[in-house]
Structures are given as structure tokens and as C-alpha cells.
Antibody, heavy 121, light 107 residues
Framework: EVYLLESGGGLVQPGESLRLSCVASGFTFSSYAMSWVRQTPGKGLEWVSAISGSGDSTYYADSVKGRFTISRDNSQKTLSLQMNSLRADDTAVYHC??????????????WGQGTLVTVSS | EIVLTQSPATLSLSPGERATLSCRASQSVSSYLAWYQQKPGQAPRLLIYDASNRATGIPARFSGSGSGTDFTLTISSLEPEDFAVYYCHQCYNWPLTFGGGTKVEIK
């Protein structure tokens, strides 16, 4: 069974940093592209970042580019998101998710339950 | 960035009725459009991919159509378990984007 467990969320002040982790089990982690997707009650779902299975390719939403860094350790089956210069509008529940090919599209298949990040002074 | 606009924001219907949800893209996404369903406290579930293909295990009452910039998700006859929020999502190019969601609620 596929299982994704996020951790590392918490309350931080604007400008501070946080590192999120997602530990995977139940599938061959290195074979799957992964993503971070965040969700807020007012703004719905927002894709944050993605990384290829090998880790060679990374992608970011414009809203986090230059502040967030996605990485993975395939030997530890762990996905990470380093978040720097956090802002109030980064407040959200952050989910890690697998990306799998369906037809012509790579789509989010399995999701973790998420970790809450709150940025507030 | 491709902006996806979903309408209506809320759809109030009764079980057994037909639901029609719209998603409009700010530029063409070809057929790289998916639909997800999300219930409270749960992760999103993939319903439709490539605009019109049902994902594994999705009932036939769910159907998707469209290409380019205009897409529709239709639920032919609402079941009690279908009342949820629905999001469209484009994977045509980076950055990936979601629509703002349509909440289907019980009338």
C-alpha cells in the first residue's frame, strides 16, 4: 500500500525558514516523479513544486521560485522542501504527492495527509 | 501561467439531478486537463484525465468533455457520495495550475 507521511510543519514568523519532509513507502520511490501541493481554505489547491524521479529536473510555481527548494533522497525514500523567506501567504497545509502517467498526462495519484505551515508574527 | 476559471463556484442540486461543471483556460491546454474530486478531510481523487478519460474505478456517471480552452465535467445523476468539491487541473505546461473549485452541495 502506498503511504506518504509529511512532517516539519509548524508556526514560524515572516522571513524565517522551514524544512518539510515526506517519507514514502509501498512503492519504488525512485521511479516516481513527486510534487508538493498546498491547500488553503480560501484559495483551494495550489501546486508548489515538482521533481523528477532521478532528482535531475525540478520545477517551481512562480510564487515560490527563488525561495523554495525541492529535493529528494532516493536511498531514504524521502522528499524534502526547503522553504526560506516565508511569507504570510505561504500559510497552508502542504501535501506531497506522486505524479503518475495517465494517458498523455502526468497527474497526482497518491497524496499524503499534509503538514500545516503557519506564517504569522 | 495558465489560469483555470471554474464556474459556478457553488452548485446546489438534489440527488438524482444532473450536474454540469465548467472549466475555462486562459490559453489552450490541448486535452491536458484533469478533474479531481475532494471531500472534507480527504485528499483529492483523480476522476478524469486527458479531458475525457475516466480514471480507474470511477463510475460511468462521471464524464468529461472539451479541448483547447473549454472543458466540462458532467455527473449524469448525482449520488449522495458525489457532493464534494471538484477541481480542474492542467498539466499542459509549467507551472501546473488548478482551478478554484466548484462545490456541489445538496439543495
Amino acid at each position: 500500500e502506498v503511504y506518504l507521511l509529511e512532517s516539519g510543519g509548524g508556526l514560524v514568523q515572516p522571513g524565517e525558514s522551514l524544512r518539510l519532509s515526506c517519507v514514502a513507502s509501498g512503492f519504488t520511490f525512485s521511479s516516481y516523479a513527486m510534487s508538493w501541493v498546498r491547500q488553503t481554505p480560501g484559495k483551494g489547491l495550489e501546486w508548489v513544486s515538482a521533481i523528477s524521479g532521478s532528482g535531475d529536473s525540478t520545477y517551481y510555481a512562480d510564487s515560490v521560485k527563488g525561495r523554495f527548494t525541492i529535493s529528494r533522497d532516493n536511498s531514504q525514500k524521502t522528499l524534502s522542501l526547503q522553504m526560506n523567506s516565508l511569507r504570510a501567504d505561504d500559510t497552508a497545509v502542504y501535501h506531497c504527492a506522486t505524479r503518475t502517467k495517465h494517458g498523455r498526462s502526468f497527474l497526482f495519484d497518491f497524496w499524503g495527509q499534509g503538514t500545516l505551515v503557519t506564517v504569522s508574527s | 501561467e495558465i489560469v483555470l476559471t471554474q464556474s459556478p463556484a457553488t452548485l446546489s442540486l438534489s440527488p438524482g439531478e444532473r450536474a454540469t461543471l465548467s472549466c475555462r483556460a486562459s490559453q489552450s491546454v490541448s486535452s491536458y486537463l484533469a478533474w479531481y474530486q475532494q471531500k472534507p478531510g480527504q485528499a483529492p481523487r483523480l476522476l478524469i484525465y486527458d479531458a475525457s478519460n475516466r480514471a480507474t474505478g470511477i463510475p460511468a456517471r462521471f464524464s468529461g468533455s472539451g479541448s483547447g480552452t473549454d472543458f466540462t465535467l458532467t455527473i449524469s445523476s448525482l449520488e449522495p457520495e458525489d457532493f464534494a468539491v471538484y477541481y480542474c487541473h492542467q498539466c499542459y505546461n509549467w507551472p501546473l495550475t488548478f482551478g478554484g473549485g466548484t462545490k456541489v452541495e445538496i439543495k
